[in-house]
């Protein structure tokens, strides 16, 4: 019974939802959309729900309804009816022997123009009608391959990069355009388009905003404050009506009180992008196909999609369930959102509202210590709310405290030399940092690392005193970049950390090149510790 009302109350609130947001592809084109992702008539799913139509959405479904039947060429009324998206970096021939010189030639290859004039009012704009693109109004950064659109935790690890590159314009455009959707949907979603709408990303905008103010000045914390308040309280949504031992979108509040947040998505459907997938895995779980794609669309907000990190079996996809978690990297970055708030109200002499938020972020450290810190692991993890359990899987998530934390430096250093040891055991490896050390098949498992993990973990470290061992990660990950790109001429999403002669695999989709988050951390790290060895 208490299943059924917590089902007729979350398609209720996502009918509700649904209808202030943008028309997604598969409302648009219905049975259409529905053809195209099952029969799978292009390999990537991401492929139709880019596509650009010729002409009126309603007469493309007119003729689709007059002309399907047994002899109907799906795939060739579609590419008559659309235009394919078009990915420029594919025509891009690397001539640089220097990796350095071909990031910065890389920059003007994933440069994306504005898709709205920003002197021009920008409040209701319109989408252009069958189109997923939400418009932006400065320019930005694109991660490369099928990511042709800006993506929320993926551009502060860009920006890195911009950073080293002197490329202080373009960060100042990408912190605007992402204020600019918090100010538009209430939040920055997951990447510009419309099925991307119903959940975030890791919030890394105050960062954004913190990297911007190095480089410009304190103004840049007041600029911005509106924007980082109103990104909390989305997070935030929903906390102050809840009693202990309730739960609602990204809030949780605990048995004893202490309030704290997951991952979330405001959809239970298949996602657009990966439609087919998301289907399929429903179905071979035998599980209720809603809390399925609930939980499938949480992992995706994580950023982290998909890990064992999810996984009640520790193993397979099908024992997802995100949303029981609290993240520990998640609660660290709120943190850091809460103390970044804390900074832009001192810039403008609001202490009695400063004073409000360094109370929230103080209580937000003693809940991380209180519910994700492991004493037998000596590593941050993950908490369980639903089973009150601690998860035993170390993954790189468990450094972002050290990367944030203010107040106790001796304590975090103390930690910092336990935790270093956990990293070299369960996480090191020849090339860098796996993302668990668990080998599921899934991407964001080993024997895989990532740029962004890989950064969270040497800065974590040599934040906290473990130099050496920062500076001997940081030598393996850019040693690995360098020589796969001697190798292939490409800067990779993800690499494949055990063996590195071997790709990366894993994911719903084939290796990307390109690649944003990885150039912008190659630089930052070759900036701060110089080449590596060979």
């Given at each position: 019974?208490?299943?059924?009302?917590?089902?007729?109350?979350?398609?209720?609130?996502?009918?509700?939802?649904?209808?202030?947001?943008?028309?997604?592809?598969?409302?648009?084109?219905?049975?259409?959309?529905?053809?195209?992702?099952?029969?799978?008539?292009?390999?990537?799913?991401?492929t139709?729900?880019?596509?650009?139509?010729?002409?009126?959405?309603?007469?493309?479904m007119y003729?689709?309804?007059?002309?399907?039947?047994?002899?109907?060429?799906?795939?060739?009324?579609?590419?008559?009816n659309?235009?394919l998206?078009?990915?420029?970096?594919i025509n891009?021939?690397?001539r640089?022997?220097?990796?350095?010189?071909?990031?910065?030639?890389?920059?003007?290859?994933?440069?994306?123009e504005?898709?709205?004039?920003?002197?021009?009012?920008?409040?209701?704009?319109?989408?252009?009608?069958?189109?997923?693109?939400?418009p932006?109004?400065?320019?930005?950064?694109?991660?490369?391959?099928?990511?042709?659109?800006?993506?929320?935790?993926?551009?502060y690890?860009?920006?890195?990069?911009?950073?080293?590159?002197?490329e202080?314009?373009?960060?100042?455009?990408?912190?605007?355009?992402?204020?600019?959707?918090?100010?538009?949907?209430?939040?920055?979603p997951?990447g510009?388009?419309?099925?991307?709408?119903?959940?975030?990303?890791?919030p890394?905008f105050?960062?954004?905003?913190?990297?911007?103010?190095e480089?410009?000045?304190?103004?840049?914390?007041?600029?911005?404050?509106?924007?980082?308040?109103?990104?909390?309280?989305?997070?935030?949504?929903?906390?102050?009506?809840?009693?202990p031992?309730?739960?609602?979108?990204?809030?949780?509040?605990?048995?004893?009180?202490?309030?704290?947040?997951?991952?979330?998505?405001?959809?239970?459907?298949?996602?657009?992008?990966?439609?087919?997938?998301?289907?399929?895995?429903?179905?071979?779980?035998?599980?209720?196909?809603?809390?399925?794609?609930?939980?499938?669309?949480?992992?995706?907000e994580s950023?982290?999609?998909f890990?064992s990190?999810?996984?009640?079996?520790?193993?397979?996809?099908?024992?997802?369930?995100?949303?029981?978690?609290i993240?520990?990297?998640?609660?660290?970055?709120?943190?850091?959102?809460e103390m970044?708030?804390?900074?832009?109200?001192?810039?403008k002499?609001?202490?009695?509202?400063?004073?409000l938020?360094?109370?929230?972020?103080?209580?937000?450290?003693?809940?991380?210590?209180?519910?994700?810190?492991?004493?037998t692991?000596?590593?941050?993890?993950?908490?369980?709310?639903?089973?009150?359990?601690?998860?035993?899987?170390?993954?790189?998530?468990?450094?972002?405290?050290?990367?944030?934390?203010?107040?106790k430096?001796?304590?975090?250093?103390?930690?910092?030399?336990?935790?270093g040891?956990?990293?070299?055991?369960?996480?090191?490896?020849?090339?860098?940092?796996?993302?668990?050390?668990?080998a599921?098949?899934?991407?964001?498992?080993?024997?895989?690392?990532?740029a962004p993990?890989?950064w969270?973990?040497?800065?974590?470290?040599?934040?906290?005193?473990?130099?050496e061992l920062?500076?001997?990660?940081?030598?393996?990950?850019?040693?690995?970049?360098?020589?796969?790109?001697?190798?292939?001429?490409?800067?990779?999403?993800k690499?494949?950390?055990?063996?590195?002669?071997?790709?990366?695999?894993?994911?719903?989709?084939?290796g990307?090149?390109?690649?944003?988050?990885?150039?912008?951390?190659l630089?930052?790290?070759?900036?701060?510790?110089?080449?590596?060895?060979?």
């Open positions: 019974m208490k299943k059924t009302i917590w089902l007729f109350s979350l398609i209720g609130y996502v009918l509700t939802a649904a209808a202030q947001l943008p028309a997604t592809p598969d409302k648009i084109y219905g049975e259409l959309f529905h053809q195209v992702q099952m029969s799978k008539i292009f390999p990537d799913g991401k139709f729900v880019d596509c650009t139509p010729r002409r009126a959405p309603k007469d493309i003729d689709y309804g007059l002309r399907k039947g047994p002899q109907f060429d799906l795939k060739k009324f579609v590419e008559e659309f235009d998206p078009h990915t420029p970096q891009y021939i690397t640089e022997k220097d990796v350095v010189a071909h990031i910065k030639n890389l920059w003007g290859v994933l440069r994306r504005p898709d709205i004039t920003p002197n021009s009012s920008t409040t209701g704009v319109t989408i252009k009608e069958g189109t997923s693109l939400l932006l109004p400065y320019p930005y950064i694109v991660p490369g391959g099928r990511f042709r659109e800006i993506y929320y935790w993926d551009s690890f860009t920006m890195l990069g911009l950073k080293e590159s002197g202080t314009a373009m960060i100042e455009n990408m912190v605007k355009n992402f204020a600019y959707l918090i100010d538009t949907y209430g939040h920055i997951n510009n388009r419309t099925y991307y709408l119903s959940r975030s990303q890791p890394f105050a960062l954004m905003v913190e990297l911007l103010a480089i410009k000045g304190d103004s840049i914390y007041a600029n911005f404050l509106p924007a980082l308040e109103k990104e909390h309280r989305y997070w935030m949504e929903g906390a102050d009506k809840l009693a031992g309730q739960f609602t979108k990204r809030v949780v509040k605990l048995r004893d009180g202490t309030v704290m947040n997951r991952y979330w998505d405001d959809n239970a459907a298949p996602r657009q992008e990966s439609y087919r997938e998301d289907i399929e895995t429903a179905e071979k779980s035998k599980r209720n196909k809603a809390e399925m794609y609930v939980h499938l669309r949480a992992g995706a950023g982290i999609d890990s990190r999810w996984f009640a079996d520790g193993k397979k996809i099908t024992s997802i369930q995100t949303t029981h978690y993240p520990v990297d998640l609660n660290a970055l709120l943190y850091k959102l970044v708030i804390v900074k832009g109200n001192m810039v002499h609001q202490d009695s509202i400063a004073a938020f360094r109370k929230k972020a103080e209580k937000r450290v003693l809940a991380i210590d209180k519910y994700c810190w492991s004493k692991l000596n590593f941050y993890t993950d908490y369980n709310y639903r089973t009150r359990k601690q998860s035993d899987i170390v993954s790189p998530a468990g450094m972002y405290p050290f990367c944030f934390f203010l107040g430096p001796d304590y975090m250093s103390l930690l910092a030399r336990r935790v040891e956990v990293v070299r055991e369960k996480l090191l490896k020849d090339g860098g940092i796996q993302t668990t050390a668990n599921t098949g899934e991407q964001w498992d080993a024997p895989n690392g990532w993990l890989n969270m973990v040497i800065w974590g470290l040599d934040r906290c005193g473990q130099r920062a500076r001997d990660i940081a030598d393996r990950w850019m040693k690995l970049n360098i020589e796969v790109f001697q190798r292939t001429g490409k800067l990779m999403e690499y494949n950390v055990a063996d590195t002669k071997l790709e990366a695999g894993g994911g719903e989709y084939a990307q090149d390109g690649f944003g988050w990885t150039n912008g951390v630089l930052k790290l070759i900036g701060k510790y110089g080449m590596p060895k060979q």
